[in-house]
């Protein structure tokens, strides 16, 4: 039979087949368009359609074009919608690559809400996605929330994922599960560069399936950050309905934004998918923290059905320390840095309970260092020498059980509005204030990082009685660390801050200059609830005013913390010598106090006495602070 003979017939044969499949198509189109489909909450979901912020109509925030069936999909529902019901009509060949097995989310929706008939439009086997769906086995999903890090500014809000818990595994095994994470895809390793590009959306953002246990070493033992799990409360349909988007998410990308599209906004996103009613992602139209996401998710009834604490490594070290007596503090550093040996008769003379915790600790404390590179050469000999002698005592584990603090969600919220009063050297003054994020060292620290100030874009307005309200303070970027020192933990306190602030000038006038300032140095644990501290300080600061027009130096600031119960207090006092430009030379000291009324609201007293270019004064304010 000629070649072209034997393709005529195949055309013949598969025309008619074709003709069906065309019509059948055109026959869901006009029904989906009956049902206004493309409308529906479900659709934008699954396509991640959100509002233009300024023109009328939506944009789907993936950026991605594979994952779009329709040239103009990523703009319009409603073309997508019909691309993606004759893509579901693709020949056979296309394997695992068929939009049936490349959307199993959509394929379900519509099925659902369409009702394919087989015989018409055939199910596809998609032997890879069936695969992929058996070997994790998921019964149930956690959401994870790692503690906020303030030393890399990536991970300083904190970090959310989604654990994947298999049927067969109990909270012993839960390691062994899969966890479903969001992040910029970077090996960038400088913090400050991760953020300023995270904040410009120059990177691309993306999901992935890891092992949970490689996360919880990430963020549990490097990072000493302690984990809080939250366990869905979903249904067999709704935890299929998530795990099949997320299977559409895997290949593709997003612009990756650090306030925003970020990882807490996007896992709300694929988790909305669960439930039409579900609205996660709505609220955060500016920013999305990780707390935030956390509280959405507590907000909604009957969606989280239990919350886990899994303290850090560090946590729990921490804590045996507390529970120990000077001396045996003293034995375990002394273990750890081979100072002391295991055979040691000293150790030998502790009850059999005591030594054990001392063992304990002291292979804790080594295994600590070892992550860091701070370990001796022979630390492996070291660790397996405290192993074996912890071994040889006849006690059970010491290993303390940490009592968990307030929860995240359970914490303040994270915006904050303030308004108040006061005066300076006899005018009278009304203030307010705006800070959108998030928390700094006068807040409650219930539910977040004692210690850590993380604020960005804080702004306060002020008008004197008699004159016009000008700005007082616009700060983009306030980070600081205040983390105690001792035997065992050193870590370095420091500060950063940069924007805009009144300063005063020679000449007499007061401008907004723009500047930067920072400090380098530790804190100390005096007593329960009292920390003092000292840093090295530099300031700049930038305006038409000053002659040369800026001015910069260097000086140092000595303050405490005292804490008790509802009542914090931070005073300081801090000098700077100019070294360059205009010779200013400001000093000040400063007591700020806070006063928890509730969890959202507060009371703060400000007093102040500074000396700027040869001009002083003293200030006092009462404000009112609200979380929101």
Not at 418 to 433: N, Q, S, T, Y
Not at 444 to 453: E, L, N, W
Not at 548 to 572: E, K, N, P, S
Request: a negative charge; aromatic letters at 10%; hydrophobic letters at 45%.
């Amino acid at each position: 039979m000629p070649r072209g003979f034997f393709w005529l017939l195949v055309a013949l044969v598969l025309a008619p087949l074709h003709a069906r499949a065309d019509g059948y198509a055109d026959e869901l189109i006009e029904r989906a368009s009956q049902l206004r489909l493309a409308e529906r909450a479900e659709w934008r979901k699954l396509v991640h359609y959100v509002p233009n912020l300024v023109s009328p109509g939506v944009h789907s925030q993936i950026d991605s074009p594979a994952f779009f069936n329709a040239p103009g999909g990523k703009v319009d529902p409603r073309t997508e919608l019909e691309a993606t019901l004759r893509g579901f009509f693709a020949p056979p060949a296309a394997g695992d690559d068929h939009p049936q097995c490349r959307f199993p989310a959509r394929h379900a929706w519509l099925d659902a809400e369409l009702g394919f008939d087989e015989q018409r439009l055939p199910r596809r086997e998609c032997r890879r996605y069936r695969e992929w769906r058996a070997a994790i086995d998921a019964s149930q999903l956690t959401l994870v929330f790692a503690s906020a890090y303030v030393n890399n500014p990536g991970s300083m809000y904190g970090h959310t994922l989604l654990r994947v818990d298999a049927a067969a595994q109990d909270e012993r095994t839960r390691l062994l599960a899969y966890a479903i994470s969001f992040a910029a895809d970077t090996d960038e390793t400088n913090g400050f560069a991760h953020a300023l590009k995270g904040l410009l959306g120059a990177y691309r953002g993306v999901f992935s399936m890891l092992p949970y246990y490689l996360k919880v070493r990430e963020y549990s033992d490097l990072e000493h950050r302690d984990l809080w799990e939250y366990e869905l409360d979903l249904n067999a349909a709704e935890l299929e309905r998530v795990l099949a988007h997320a299977w559409e998410l895997l290949p593709v990308y997003f612009d990756y934004f650090f306030f925003d599209e970020n990882c807490a906004y996007h896992l709300l996103g694929l988790l909305q998918v669960a439930r039409p009613e579900l609205e996660l992602t709505a609220q955060f139209s500016v920013w999305a923290l990780p707390v935030d996401s956390v509280r959405a998710l507590t907000e909604h009834a009957g969606l989280v059905r239990k919350i886990v604490y899994r303290p850090s490594s560090s946590t729990i070290l921490a804590e045996r320390l507390v529970r120990m007596q000077p001396q045996e503090r003293g034995m375990a550093r002394d273990l750890a840095l081979g100072a002391l040996l295991p055979a040691d008769p000293s150790l030998g003379a502790l009850p059999s309970e005591r030594a054990a915790a001392v063992v304990e600790a002291a292979h804790d404390y080594l295994n600590r260092r070892r992550t860091a590179g701070e370990s001796p050469p022979d630390g492996s000999a070291l660790a397996h020498a405290l192993l074996v002698a912890r071994s040889a005592i006849d006690a059970p584990s010491q290993a303390p059980r940490v009592p968990p603090g307030p929860r995240p969600d359970e914490g303040h919220r994270t915006s904050r509005f303030a308004l108040g009063g006061g005066e300076r050297d006899g005018a009278a003054f009304v203030e307010l204030g705006l800070r959108p994020t998030y928390h700094d060292l006068l807040d409650d620290d219930a539910g977040y990082v004692g210690g850590a100030q993380v604020e960005f874009f804080h702004l306060r307005a002020r008008a004197y009685e008699g004159r016009d309200a000008r700005i007082e303070a616009f700060i983009p970027l306030a980070v600081s660390s205040l983390l105690p020192r001792d035997d065992f933990f050193q870590p370095r306190s420091w500060r950063i801050a940069a924007g805009w602030q009144r300063t005063f000038a020679k000449s007499g006038a007061e401008p907004l200059a723009a500047g930067a300032e920072g400090g380098l140095g530790g804190a100390w644990s005096m007593a329960r609830g009292l920390l003092a501290y000292a840093s090295l300080e530099a300031a700049l600061r930038v305006h038409s005013a000053f002659e040369h027009g800026y001015t910069a130096g260097g000086g140092a600031r000595l303050g405490i913390v005292l804490d008790a119960a509802r009542w914090r207090v931070h005073a300081y006092a801090q000098q700077i010598g100019s070294l360059l430009g205009e010779r200013t030379d400001p000093g000040a000291i400063v007591l700020e106090q806070r006063l928890t009324l509730a969890r959202d609201a507060a009371l703060r007293l400000d007093l102040r006495s500074e000396r700027q270019a040869g001009q002083s004064f003293n200030a006092a304010g009462v404000f009112v602070q609200l979380y929101f």
